[in-house]
């Protein structure tokens, strides 16, 4: 078998396993990005990550196709002299390789920094939830916004139930230690921190049951400390907010 035959059935081979796995839309589908991001926070956040992986991914292949080539292609032979012909500098290459990679991270910079806001800032007309972090639980105040829920805990303490398409911003405290409010499909982390308020929002697109969990190791309790956020329509969440006692 010749080296180009065998570099050919390597390749097909390589191919052959790698391929599939890259174009099935599970393995495609949040593999290195935020699950079913469910409203605008958390598709910034998907956002971001797909086009610094994207960019990166463009990079491996290109260096590591290039490196791999050049393995291949210069290898040692007999009868060919082992050191390749010897070169000093080229301007042309250094300016090259220092100013491609500043121009790709400004990019990618100025892209995070463009889709920031909508990860940080609440909507003025937000619902205000007041979140209680404390050894093992979170629990839940709706304050402003918040019709007749307003000053009223959930129905279960621990599922906090807002309507759909509606800003919701949380208002985070910690009674304890730190711990940190996390729903990936819905937005960003945020510490919970003793003596401090820290904010997050989120707004849910859509109805549904959305699962998180507290991100902040805060004792032995913390595997167990959960969250659940029940979405509901806004004719269900008129009918919730009025039975609530
Ligand atoms: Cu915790």
């Known amino acids: 078998m010749t080296v ?8 097909a081979a390589v191919t ?9 839309p599970a393995a495609l589908a949040d593999t290195a990005t935020p699950e079913n991001p469910a409203g605008p926070a958390s598709h910034a956040i998907d956002d971001i990550y797909r086009a610094v992986i994207g960019t990166t991914m463009v990079i491996f292949i290109l260096v590591g196709g290039w490196l791999v080539y050049s393995a291949i292609r210069f290898r040692a032979r007999p009868g060919r002299p082992i050191d390749p012909p010897q070169m000093h500098g080229s301007s042309r290459l250094e300016w090259g390789w220092t100013i491609v990679p500043v121009l790709i991270l400004v990019g990618l910079a100025g892209y995070t920094f ?10 003025s007309d937000s619902m205000v939830v007041s979140v209680l972090a404390q050894q093992f639980q979170f629990s839940y105040t709706y304050g402003g916004n918040s019709g007749a829920a307003q000053g ?14 509606t800003p919701v911003k949380l208002e985070v405290h910690a009674k304890d230690v730190a711990h940190d409010w996390w729903v990936p499909a819905l937005g960003p982390k945020v510490d919970a921190i003793p003596g401090q308020t820290t904010t997050t929002w989120f707004r849910a697109d859509h109805t549904g049951t959305f699962h998180g969990q507290c ?17 509901v329509s806004a004719s269900d969440w008129r009918t919730y907010a009025g039975g609530l006692k």
């Not at 180009?4 to 390749?11: D, K, P, S």
């Open 215 to 231: 991100s902040e190791f805060c004792g032995v309790g913390h595997a167990t400390m959960a969250i659940t956020v029940k979405v």
């Open 16 to 24: 052959a396993v790698v391929a599939p796995l890259m174009l099935a």
């Open 4 to 11: 180009a035959h065998r570099l050919r059935t390597l390749v």
């Open 114 to 123: 463009h889709k920031l806001p909508d990860v940080k800032n609440a909507p």
């Open 152 to 165: 009223k805990t959930p129905s279960t303490a621990t599922t906090l139930v807002v309507p759909e398409n």
